[in-house]
């Protein structure tokens, strides 16, 4: 995998690069691949090395001129944002561009000198002043010239099309890189964000359990015992296992019931306490520290010592979701506290995080009851 995410890095940092390579390649062997053509169409045609020159001559300064722009628009545009000072230096160097077309034209496109003959018979001469004919209007055939004027207008607008086609290209893959890096930036931000939410879940619950371990130390203290021990199963998921994207759903049951065994210690008969959940599951993930924040809140809020209370928990599979439960009772002593406070914030926080609107999460706030209803796909093996 990092071999393939070098490859992969190393194609979308040069790709630019390689077009602009490919596009200039295929320009300087047309005039070849030309003159190959015309040779298996006509016998008598000879491999003109004279003409390909003459073509490269012509495209050469146009390649110096696409690459002084390509500069100016990395530097100018790109990186500076300078759109000012971009805009004078290419039209500068559309004038300078020009200005060399009409001066060194002779010099740079001169077609080769014919060798003199003495042809004997009309004929050959009429032949003679075609052929000559023919490589003396071989520049205006390649590129011609408007009527009446020394400047070659045609390759001046090639040129500011080349620069347009330039900028479009550039400017385009500028935006790919930066909806790239605005990628990454989310990526890391969601990440940092789901760190500081877990981060945020588990003193939560040490504070709860602790308080809990403290009251049974001078009632109890074999139970207070036996109380540490659970803790320290539950401690060890944490650590291990809440750092993790994705955990086994067998072994976020198995912590909620360690949690539910703990906070039986704590309570009388008289509160009803009911867990049902599949007694074999099968291989499915889901972010940890997630259902154990209903769990909590439904014990924090939903039981009274002067009342009766229950605590109801039920966790399901419905084809390729989670079918999560909690009810608990609800007492006018803890009404207005009722919904849970900062944790359920925190889990519909990481739950919008990590599944979008891909989740489903149901509150019924009734009088005498509160229940929550949750409903989630199981996470796929690249999620974590």
Same mark, same amino acid.
């Given at each position: 995998?990092?071999?393939?995410?070098?490859?992969?890095?190393?194609?979308?940092?040069?790709?630019?690069?390689?077009?602009?390579?490919?596009?200039?390649?295929?320009?300087?062997?047309?005039?070849?691949?030309?003159?190959?053509?015309?040779?298996?169409?006509?016998?008598?045609?000879?491999?003109?090395?004279?003409?390909?020159?003459?073509?490269?001559?012509?495209?050469?300064?146009?390649?110096?001129?696409?690459?002084?722009?390509?500069?100016?628009?990395?530097?100018?545009?790109?990186?500076?944002?300078?759109?000012?000072?971009?805009?004078?230096?290419?039209?500068?160097?559309?004038?300078?561009?020009?200005?060399?077309?009409?001066?060194?034209?002779?010099?740079?496109?001169?077609?080769?000198?014919?060798?003199?003959?003495?042809?004997?018979?009309?004929?050959?001469?009429?032949?003679?002043?075609?052929?000559?004919?023919?490589?003396?209007?071989?520049?205006?055939?390649?590129?011609?010239?408007?009527?009446?004027?020394?400047?070659?207008?045609?390759?001046?607008?090639?040129?500011?099309?080349?620069?347009?086609?330039?900028?479009?290209?550039?400017?385009?893959?500028?935006?790919?890189?930066?909806?790239?890096?605005?990628?990454?930036?989310?990526?890391?931000?969601?990440?940092?964000?789901?760190?500081?939410?877990?981060?945020?879940?588990?003193?939560?619950?040490?504070?709860?359990?602790?308080?809990?371990?403290?009251?049974?130390?001078?009632?109890?203290?074999?139970?207070?015992?036996?109380?540490?021990?659970? !803790?320290?199963?539950?401690? =060890? &998921?944490? *650590? #291990?296992?809440?750092?993790?994207? %994705?955990?086994?759903?067998? $072994?976020?049951?198995?912590?909620?019931?360690?949690?539910?065994?703990?906070?039986?210690?704590?309570?009388?008969?008289?509160?009803?306490?009911?867990?049902?959940?599949?007694?074999?599951?099968?291989?499915?993930?889901?972010?940890?520290?997630?259902?154990?924040?209903?769990?909590?809140?439904?014990?924090?809020?939903?039981?009274?010592?002067?009342?009766?209370?229950?605590?109801?928990?039920?966790?399901?599979?419905?084809?390729?979701?989670?079918?999560?439960?909690?009810?608990?009772?609800?007492?006018?002593?803890?009404?207005?506290?009722?919904?849970?406070?900062?944790?359920?914030?925190?889990?519909?926080?990481?739950?919008? !995080?990590?599944?979008?609107? =891909? &989740?489903? *999460? #149901?509150?019924?706030?009734?009088? %005498?009851?509160?229940?929550? $209803?949750?409903?989630?796909?199981?996470?796929?093996?690249?999620?974590?």
């Amino acid at each position: 995998m990092g071999y393939e995410l070098k490859i992969r890095n190393w194609w979308h940092d040069h790709i630019e690069t390689l077009i602009y390579v490919g596009l200039w390649t295929l320009l300087f062997t047309t005039p070849m691949l030309n003159q190959y053509i015309r040779m298996l169409s006509d016998r008598d045609e000879v491999y003109n090395w004279d003409d390909i020159f003459v073509s490269w001559k012509y495209a050469l300064l146009f390649l110096l001129v696409f690459v002084v722009h390509d500069r100016l628009l990395g530097v100018l545009l790109v990186k500076r944002q300078r759109v000012k000072q971009y805009l004078l230096a290419t039209f500068l160097l559309l004038v300078a561009f020009t200005a060399v077309q009409t001066v060194a034209k002779p010099l740079l496109y001169e077609p080769p000198q014919m060798e003199q003959t003495t042809l004997s018979t009309a004929a050959a001469d009429d032949g003679a002043r075609h052929a000559v004919k023919r490589v003396t209007n071989q520049r205006n055939e390649l590129l011609p010239e408007m009527p009446g004027s020394p400047i070659d207008v045609v390759s001046t607008m090639v040129a500011l099309l080349m620069m347009g086609m330039n900028l479009g290209v550039k400017l385009f893959f500028k935006s790919e890189r930066d909806a790239s890096e605005l990628q990454e930036a989310e990526r890391q931000n969601l990440e940092a964000q789901l760190a500081y939410l877990r981060y945020q879940v588990n003193p939560h619950f040490y504070m709860n359990t602790l308080n809990n371990i403290h009251a049974l130390v001078d009632i109890d203290p074999e139970r207070a015992k036996t109380t540490v021990v659970e !803790l320290s199963k539950m401690m =060890r &998921y944490i *650590l #291990y296992d809440g750092e993790r994207n %994705g955990v086994s759903l067998k $072994r976020e049951i198995q912590f909620i019931d360690n949690y539910v065994r703990l906070m039986r210690l704590s309570y009388t008969s008289s509160v009803r306490i009911d867990v049902e959940a599949p007694e074999t599951v099968a291989d499915r993930h889901i972010p940890p520290l997630v259902l154990i924040i209903f769990v909590e809140n439904a014990f924090k809020h939903g039981i009274s010592y002067s009342e009766d209370s229950f605590v109801e928990v039920k966790v399901a599979v419905n084809g390729e979701r989670l079918v999560f439960c909690c009810r608990n009772s609800k007492h006018h002593s803890t009404e207005t506290d009722a919904k849970g406070g900062v944790g359920l914030v925190n889990v519909r926080r990481r739950l919008d !995080l990590l599944y979008g609107d =891909r &989740y489903a *999460l #149901y509150v019924d706030d009734s009088d %005498g009851e509160y229940g929550v $209803r949750l409903e989630l796909p199981f996470l796929e093996n690249e999620d974590f």
